[in-house]
């Protein structure tokens, strides 16, 4: 039984307790009393291992969502490393490829130089072997 409602029954028990005349006291039976007090003895244990029992739970729920709190945190900042780490390696990545595409630019026009001037010297043979070869003609008629 709830000690709150053994105590209800004591102050109903002294409440409605005959009063002795002409004074401020009242006869109560005393079994009654003795009956209650021992409830009170017997339940009063049981609700203290109760309560202790409800602050145990609370102090394992408590750990038990700090734990969880500190591997939220820790998934957190490995999150952030790795996205930072990614970050930078996407950085080096294009400035790599920055460089790799402004070689790639520089050696295209040394090629096309290069082949321009071929084609420079090959068009110059030809046309010195073309104008030998007019002027051959020219005296051959």
């Known amino acids: 039984m709830d000690v709150l409602v053994l105590i209800d029954k004591l102050d109903d028990l002294v409440h409605n307790a005959k009063a002795v005349p002409l004074t401020d006291q009242?006869?109560?039976?005393?079994?009654?009393?003795?009956d209650i007090l021992d409830q009170m003895r017997a339940?009063?244990?049981?609700?203290?291992?109760?309560?202790?029992?409800i602050v145990k739970e609370r102090q394992e729920m408590l750990a038990e969502a700090k734990r969880e709190c500190d591997r939220i945190l820790?998934?957190?900042?490995?999150?952030?490393?790795?996205e930072a780490s990614q970050t930078?390696?996407?950085?080096?990545?294009?400035?790599?490829a920055g460089e790799?595409?402004?070689?790639?630019?520089?050696?295209?026009?040394?090629?096309?130089?290069?082949?321009?001037?071929w084609a420079d010297s090959i068009?110059?043979?030809?046309?010195?072997?073309?104008d030998k070869f007019l002027s051959a003609v020219k005296r051959g008629r």
Do not use: F
């Open 26 to 34: 009242v006869r109560i039976d005393r079994e009654e009393i003795y």
């Open 43 to 53: 339940t009063i244990p049981e609700e203290i291992k109760q309560a202790r029992w």
């Open 74 to 82: 820790g998934e957190a900042r490995e999150q952030a490393v790795r």
């Open 88 to 96: 930078e390696i996407v950085k080096l990545a294009e400035r790599q």
């Open 100 to 117: 790799i595409v402004d070689d790639a630019r520089r050696q295209a026009r040394e090629t096309r130089l290069e082949m321009e001037d």
């Open 123 to 130: 068009l110059s043979t030809l046309e010195v072997n073309l």
